[in-house]
């Protein structure tokens, strides 16, 4: 595990692999139904954030060979994470298969030129399987001289239970956005192209959940007479599916940085399997996520507004693709489906 990985992703997908048996390695104890081995971090700094964490697991070498028993790989998030190169010499000792999971869409990422990082990479070149979750993942991976046939592509699965349409469509022009409030997810941009859209469509709101650096910049906002935004702050899983169920589109304006860009988005698959059109800026490879009739636009707030009032004033046109949203993600974005293919991927590499 990674420090601060967050829940119900990749631990989870692992963990409803038919017949699979996991063991999570890290702190702190995470949700999903594994067993679980604690072992502490040590984060000299928090500059890098989740895969790119500048951290690795104390006494990681110390987990006795009993605990594995049965359990033929060891798996791990990301290329340049650290526990990564952690795991590929602890496979090399106790002659184990490896996977990496990878999300990664940039080859040419500054942190692969920094030297834990480069290391971390190296080793895990010998890993047997490259587990990618889009394909420009995959094509990153092959970008840096990895073997094709290690290299396969599973999409992401989404709970299709948990989120859902609502029984009745929302007639209500409402906006929600739902994501880390922060510079890179773009909710500076979002409350700028909604000043525009309220001149337009006065009666249009936008409800925000999350936390993050630009939490006060949402509460201004939301404290500002006539803005039509409501801030939530942070919610549960299960809050996320009923605010999705309570909006009309889902918005939010990611943005690249150094080192980081957008891989996918797994918040646009909860929207989408909810019935709702999505709203985004064109960043990183999140082309795979949001197709059209759903709209990527320039990190522009005319353009972002443009798009927002093209579905927040046509209920008709949002029904249409919300509808088509949520087969897509039946059709290729099952959760258990997906778990099943990730399998597949496995046992063709073992």
Known sequence: MLPGQRPWRELHWLSLMPGAVVTAVGSPRPPEAVRFLARPYHQ?????????????LRGLGSIPAAVLDGQGWLASLELCGLVTGQASALARRQGRRQAVLVWANDPDTPLYRLPPYRQALRRARAADLFL??????????????????????????VDTELFHPPEAAVGEPVATFVSP?????????????????????????????????????????????????SFLGATDRAGVASELRRA???????????????????????????????VTTACGSNHEAVRPPNERVPDDAEAL?????????????????????RRVVLDQHELRRQCTRMGEAFRLAG
């Open 44 to 56: 000299p700094t928090r500059r890098f954030v989740e895969a790119g964490a500048l951290a690795w």
């Open 132 to 157: 990618c979750f889009v394909e420009a993942a995959r094509d990153h991976c092959i970008a840096l001289g990895l073997p094709e046939e290690r290299c396969r592509v599973v999409l992401p699965g």
């Open 181 to 229: 409030l922060a510079a890179n997810k773009g909710i500076d941009r979002v409350l700028e192209a909604f000043r525009l859209v309220r001149r337009e469509l006065p009666e249009a709101e936008l409800r925000v959940a999350g936390r993050g650096p630009l939490e006060a910049l949402v509460r201004r906002e939301a404290a500002r007479p006539g803005s039509g935004v």
């Open 248 to 278: 009309a589109v889902f918005v939010t304006a990611p943005r690249p940085t150094r080192v980081w860009n957008e891989q996918f988005g797994l918040a646009y698959l909860e929207a989408m399997a909810s019935g709702l059109p999505v």
């Open 305 to 325: 507004a443009e798009a927002l009032l093209g579905f927040l004033a046509d209920p008709a046109r949002r029904a249409r693709v919300g509808q088509e949203n």
